[in-house]
């Protein structure tokens, strides 16, 4: 868990402004792209229509208008808002371990949310009727949320010892969980019903095509909170990637530290893997990028990292509306297989900077 992230012998490295610059322009060409995209297409004139007639709080809606307001749009936000939340995430992790293969996933917060899930589409019906019957399509995003959450109390209460928090054990307790979480979806996929198993391999295999403005709203802000509380942990982070004991010299507090970012990944992953299902790579691919281009500096890499998260995610989306059309394509299935080749292009063209 020593790896250091510092690239020593990098030739070239962007300033900030330009990364933080080039990252918010690619933002905007994925939105436009993805906005065009689908099995409804829309052209970007029809899109400045759009926009003005908004501006104009025009009442007459064309069907073009009301798709992409009532389809389009908050699968878009839910897209941005998933991406950056997946993005920061794992910067962070990769920060507070100074490991540059840590990932969201790591401590096990995707598997508990996985799990819950799991349960909720597989037993909520028959164990909690009453509670199914009330929340309705919600019971799936709470139980997903309270999965990751739980998960991660427990594993944050076992990596503490003696007013420390262990990091070494708490990505111990995190395999474990994971094997745990595995092993659960196993027994419950055995226990699923046809139907059960349909709804279950879907929110697995990760889709914004659920997205809801209700649900979209209220992921959004829990991921622009974890956003603005994790970028101010960039300067703490670059004390600690010189070695705890340094960045306590410096004055850094690191066991809060270590417990803000914790709690930051945990509320941010859980609230994208409640409403998305489960989104491999982006949380490891983003950060690698922008590191590689800007350098360890976590103010650029913090913000980055959400940047190029938020794109890739809604690029990825609007391939796997189209590519298969009518149907879809899962969206964790899409940067599987887009990510992990990538990441590995990446890791031989730079091995000497990693």
């Known amino acids: 868990m020593t790896a250091v992230l510092s690239h020593k012998g990098a030739a070239v490295r962007m300033p900030r402004s330009m990364v933080l610059g080039l990252g918010s322009v690619l933002v ?86 996985a799990l819950a899930a799991a349960m909720a589409i597989v037993l909520g019906a028959a164990w909690f009727p009453s509670l199914s019957n009330t929340l309705g399509s919600w019971m ?3 139980s997903a949320f309270a999965g990751g959450l739980l998960v991660t109390i427990v594993i944050y209460g076992l990596a503490q010892s003696e007013g420390e928090t262990r990091v070494g054990m708490m990505l111990l307790a995190g395999i474990a969980m994971n094997a745990l979480g595995g092993a659960g979806l196993g027994y419950l996929t055995f226990l699923a019903t046809d139907e059960q198993l349909r709804s279950l391999q879907f929110w697995l295999l990760g889709s914004l095509g659920g997205a809801r403005w209700s649900a979209v709203a209220l992921i959004a802000a ?73 350098g360890p500096d976590q103010r650029v890499v913090l913000a980055g990292s959400a940047m190029l998260g938020a794109a890739l995610v809604l690029l990825a989306d609007s391939v796997a509306r189209t590519i298969v059309q009518p149907a879809e394509l899962p969206l964790g299935v899409l940067t599987a297989f887009v990510g992990v080749p990538v990441f590995l292009l990446l890791l031989r063209t730079f091995k000497g900077r990693v």
């Open 222 to 294: 829990i991921v622009a909170a974890c956003i603005a509380a994790g970028l101010r942990l960039a300067r703490p982070l670059n004390a600690m990637a010189l070695g705890e004991a340094q960045a306590t010299l410096l004055g850094v507090d690191v066991e809060r530290v270590k417990r803000q970012a914790v709690v930051i990944t945990a509320l941010s992953v859980g609230a994208v893997t409640a409403s998305t299902g489960m989104i491999g790579f982006i949380g490891l691919v983003a950060p690698h990028c922008v590191r590689l281009i800007a």
């Open 140 to 142: 799936l995003v709470c």
């Open 28 to 113: 905007v060409v994925s939105l436009l792209v993805s906005s065009a995209r689908g099995a409804y297409a829309i052209s970007l004139s029809d899109l400045w229509d759009m926009l003005n007639s908004l501006l104009a709080w025009d009442a007459q809606r064309s069907s073009a208008e009301l798709v992409f307001l009532h389809i389009r749009l908050p699968r878009l936000v839910l897209g941005l808002v998933a991406g950056a939340g997946l993005g920061l995430a794992g910067a962070l992790m990769q920060g507070m371990f100074r490991n540059p293969l840590a990932d969201p996933g790591l401590i096990g917060v995707s598997a508990g949310a």
